[in-house]
């Protein structure tokens, strides 16, 4: 099957930077997302990456290597509401499929 | 709007319950996608529609049985659940099936089978 992997938990300070971190099997999937849940609610999207490079959006950036499988997302100036679940999710080549990976679990601390 | 609208937001039925799902968007998106979350896990993809047509079934069981009416209705019918059911569904919605639409989600039903 197709994996995606992430960190299970990461904890940062308020004020700071952290870079949650997301590998994949390279072949299969086209384009890479990112989303975040807060606990009890839906996902929202957060950005996508299809080339390699970095997609910058507000506090938030994406990077995306496609020979290496690999994609990160960047969260600037923390606060206190970016305490959520993180999600990567890869894009099938072929079919509208999004395979999400199990979720980074963020807690910002002041 | 850029509002996915789901109803109810909780259900609870027995196992010989037949019940369904609504889900709706005015967004004029023309994929619409049913997803199942169990808790502390990710969604996991159940449905596709795309142009009012089903066009992706990760093998769900026949219990679940979706469908679209028109390009703004999603619809999930439910007969003969499990316990092992219950979760939060999600419908999200796209502009198309091309690569680069990302997907807005709905706020979800939190479905308990008794």
């Known amino acids: 099957g197709q994996n995606i992997d992430q960190p299970t938990e990461m904890t940062a300070t308020e004020g700071a930077i952290v870079q949650i971190n997301c590998t994949y099997q390279t072949s299969g999937f086209n384009g890479l997302f990112w989303y975040q849940q807060h606990a009890g609610e839906a996902p929202t999207f957060l950005s996508y990456n299809v080339l390699d490079g970095l997609e910058e959006k507000g506090r938030f950036s994406s990077f995306l290597s496609r020979s290496k499988g690999y994609s990160y997302l960047l969260l600037k100036e923390l606060q206190m509401k970016d305490s959520a679940s993180y999600l990567c999710a890869g894009r099938m080549e072929y079919g509208n499929k999004l395979v999400f990976g199990a979720g980074t679990i963020l807690r910002v601390k002041s | 709007d850029t509002e996915v609208t789901q109803t109810p937001k909780h259900l609870v039925m027995g196992m010989t319950n037949k019940k369904s799902l609504k889900c709706e968007q005015h967004m004029g998106h023309r994929a619409m996608y049913w997803y199942k979350q169990k808790a502390k896990k990710p969604p996991e993809l159940m449905f596709v529609?795309?142009?009012?047509?089903?066009?992706i079934n990760e093998s769900v069981p026949s219990r679940f049985s979706p469908e679209c009416p028109n390009s703004s209705l999603l619809n999930l019918h439910l007969h003969a659940l499990q316990p092992e059911d219950s979760a939060l569904y999600l419908c999200?919605?796209?502009?198309?099936?091309?690569?680069?639409?990302?997907?807005?989600f709905g706020p979800g039903t939190r479905l308990t089978v008794t």
């Open positions: 529609y795309s142009y009012e047509k089903l066009s």
């Open positions: 999200a919605s796209s502009q198309g099936d091309r690569i680069s639409y990302e997907q807005y």
